[in-house]
């Protein structure tokens, strides 16, 4: 299938839907109006609201937007991504760099400490990544990991990565992805995910910010860290209190009274698109990376391995079927008002590799559903209709148009009569348990990249070790992972990660059907805002300032 090249994601904002970031009037809590414990130039006080939920402060225990948008905030980083740019850099690392095919040597800088006054050492790092790999939680991100052999302390400065394979391009961009937080070793567990109150009662941060209170899902209280010396720099705001909502409703409505100055994810398209003719608030568009996709659980979707009628044959044509009958253009005009897009593939719009191998194998051939293709499909292969299928979808996770996205992707599985769709709605905090759990037969996921780079759409998703835990299978497309990873030549990596995307896309693990933003909303007296929104989709409170 004929695929371009693309040009790198933060390079270029041609083809990616945009994020909205929204500036509201002023909260009425002026840099005057507070005092901050933290470091130096750190002043004034930020109200940030928020629908998002956290599922632990541990890194090894959660690989979701909301926990991670803590992490950025609290935990150090050996490389990270400075506001603006795509690449990686080194954070609390002095230098990084490969001395060897298969080594990766990182020097930290002198003198570090995290917040609790235990000194920061290549100790801690190779704790970090140790347990990592030793607890492997299903819904941790230990899988982005696959390639290192071995961490080694060699002193109190100088960390070694051994690797299984050589000339490994992403590895330094993991070390800024949900797996690369550095953790205290004399507050976490070596062996087992260790509890949200340990963590802020052991204080154990070293980041821009420290965490001053805590309620999980309810509040967060952030202090400025005059300890941290990454490459992000001194927080500008000296104290950040998040609040979390239960319905986004309220957080559009303290937003137009000036109770927040920022809301991060996620308001409704409608209220975007209502508040962008407000004259009180200013909205931002910048690059976003988001996708949408229906994962299938290969054991116990209709015909899975797992199930009494077990048939493979007819599991994939049941995949096939819904591939056809999705209509993009629609969810993306009708629930998403163009804030979304069609996605027609693995890996968005945008970045280098990406290709459109689903458009000319399912549906019309040019985007568009297909309803006698699917009836065809699930015909030959000797499927009886309508197919009961199960359908699971986050009510708090994905935005509130979720109840919208999802009621209309079961009209138009059901109005061919091709499908019978028993649509059910789960708290993300069950949803991350239960999707792991074999509960699911099909369910709606949404993926905000670790890192710019066609790597993150695959590798998380398709290695026979994976985050979506859905029993997807194939020996080849993992082969290809392994391989594109560790290839210099930029067209040859290319080829081989367009070859992955034609793959998968005819054994339908997901089917991805919406490249979209995040949205966040920032007060007017707050400055700093475009640059919230980094090449690493990365949102930090620390770029932000009251003005």
Known sequence: MASVARRRLAATTAGIAATALL??????????????????????????????????????????????????????????????????????????????????TVKLKPGLKWANGNDLTASDVKFSFDRQVAIADENGP?????????????????????????????????????????????????????PDADIVDGNAFAGQYTITSYSLNDLISYSAYDGYQGVLGAAKTGTVN??????????????????????????????????????????????????????????????????PEADPAKALAVRSAVADLIDREELATQVYKGTYTPLYSYVPDGLTGATESLKGLYG????????????????????????????????????????????????????????????????????AKDRTADVYPAYQLGWFPDYSDADNYLTPFFLLENFLANHYENQEVNDLILQQAVTPDAAERTALIEQIQDTVAADLSTVPYLQGAQVAVVGTTVTGAEDTLDASFKFRYGALAKG
């Open 142 to 194: 230990s899988s982005l990991l696959y390639n290192l052999d071995n961490t080694e302390a060699v002193d109190d400065t100088t960390v070694v990565f051994h690797l299984k394979s050589e000339n490994d391009q992403v590895f330094p961009q993991i070390l800024s992805s949900p797996a690369g937080p550095i953790v205290d070793e004399e507050v976490f567990a070596a062996d087992a995910l260790t």
């Open 23 to 104: 500036l509201t009037a002023c909260s009425g809590n002026s840099s005057d109006d507070a005092t901050s414990d933290g470091g130096d130039g750190a002043g004034g006080t930020l109200t940030i609201g928020t629908t998002d939920k956290i599922t632990t402060l541990d890194p090894a225990g959660s690989y979701d937007n909301g926990s991670f948008a803590v992490m950025n905030q609290v935990f150090p980083f050996l490389l990270n991504t400075p506001y603006g740019s795509p690449d990686v850099e080194p954070d609390i690392a002095e230098s990084a760099e490969f001395t060897s095919p298969t080594e990766y």
């Open 364 to 431: 019309d051939g040019e985007g568009g559903p297909d309803a006698d293709k699917a009836a065809a499909t699930l015909e030959a292969a000797g499927v009886t209709t309508p197919v009961k299928l199960s359908l699971q979808y986050s009510n708090d996770h994905y935005g509130p148009s979720s109840a919208d996205e999802y009621a209309l992707i079961k009209d138009q599985l059901e109005a061919t009569g091709l499908f019978a769709v028993d649509l059910q709605t789960t708290e993300w905090v069950q949803y």
């Open 242 to 307: 998040v609040k979390y909502y239960a319905e986004a409703s309220n957080l559009k409505l303290d937003v137009q009274q000036g109770n927040v100055d920022v809301a991060f994810r996620s308001l409704s398209a409608t209220d975007i698109d209502d508040l962008r003719g407000d004259d009180n608030v200013k909205v931002v568009d910048g690059p976003g990376g988001e996708i949408r996709y229906i994962v299938f659980n290969f054991n116990t979707q209709p015909y899975g391995a797992a199930t």
